[in-house]
T-cell receptor
Framework: NAGVTQTPKFQVLKTGQSMTLQCAQDMNHEYMSWYRQDPGMGLRLIHY???????DQGEVPNGYNVSRSTTEDFPLRLLSAAPSQTSVYFC???????????????FGEGSRLTVL | DAKTTQPPSMDCAEGRAANLPCNHS???????VYWYRQIHSQGPQYIIHGLKNNETNEMASLIITEDRKSSTLILPHATLRDTAVYYC???????????FGAGTTVTVRA
């Protein structure tokens, strides 16, 4: 039971570098999303997707790109890393909303990113 | 979006019930109340949700006032492993997105 898998768990970048955080789920969830969490704060939505080929912006999308070519994968790309992007990133997924499910979001374990 | 208000922190004795309050005075008729918790900076974990009736599952009970302007999450017998940040979230029925506030930091003491 893998659930939501995020890689890498830890990453250190230099300002200006680019990288991709990977997120994969094996539950056939339609909905996937990325959040960031800064110290002492709640989670903020970066981008989300309601199905393959469909993505949309969340609360704090600037500096990040996403794509959804398959149902299983939802990578988050940092185009040119900045120290303000130092954070913990969480990927989450959910079944398609309906009356027969709870709408529960399943979260990965997080990816801790430091930008120097 | 309706917003929620939670106390920033609370303590609870091990073995006792923990009652976590949440105010959501501007909640709309099609908005649910969800509770999640986050242990040690792990990914948040779903606890329970409800619309207007009280709900109970193996983890907790959710009591929603008749006017739906507030709710209480009850952990019936708190253990040290229940130490976590608890988030009360209001969610529109047909919207996947969840908006997390600062939550309540619950510390269960032996």
């Amino acid at each position: 039971n893998a659930g939501v898998t995020q890689t890498p768990k830890f990453q250190v970048l230099k300002t200006g570098q680019s990288m991709t955080l990977q997120c994969a789920q094996d539950m056939n969830h339609e909905y996937m999303s990325w959040y960031r969490q800064d110290p002492g704060m709640g989670l903020r939505l970066i981008h989300y997707s309601v199905g393959a080929g469909i993505t949309d912006q969340g609360e704090v999308p600037n500096g990040y790109n996403v794509s959804r070519s398959t149902t299983e994968d939802f990578p988050l790309r940092l185009l040119s890393a900045a120290p303000s992007q130092t954070s913990v990133y969480f990927c989450a997924s959910s079944y398609e909303l309906g009356q027969t499910n709870t709408g529960e979001l399943f979260f990965g374990e997080g990816s801790r990113l430091t930008v120097l | 979006d309706a917003k929620t208000t939670q106390p920033p922190s609370m303590d609870c004795a091990e073995g006792r019930a923990a009652n976590l309050p949440c105010n959501h005075s501007t909640i709309s008729g099609n908005e649910y109340v969800y509770w999640y918790r986050q242990i040690h900076s792990q990914g948040p974990q779903y606890i329970i949700h409800g619309l207007k009736n009280n709900e109970t599952n193996e983890m907790a009970s959710l009591i929603i006032t008749e006017d739906r302007k507030s709710s209480t999450l009850i952990l019936p017998h708190a253990t040290l492993r229940d130490t976590a940040v608890y988030y009360c979230i209001v969610r529109v029925a047909n919207d996947y997105k969840l908006s997390f506030g600062a939550g309540t930091t619950v510390t269960v003491r032996a």
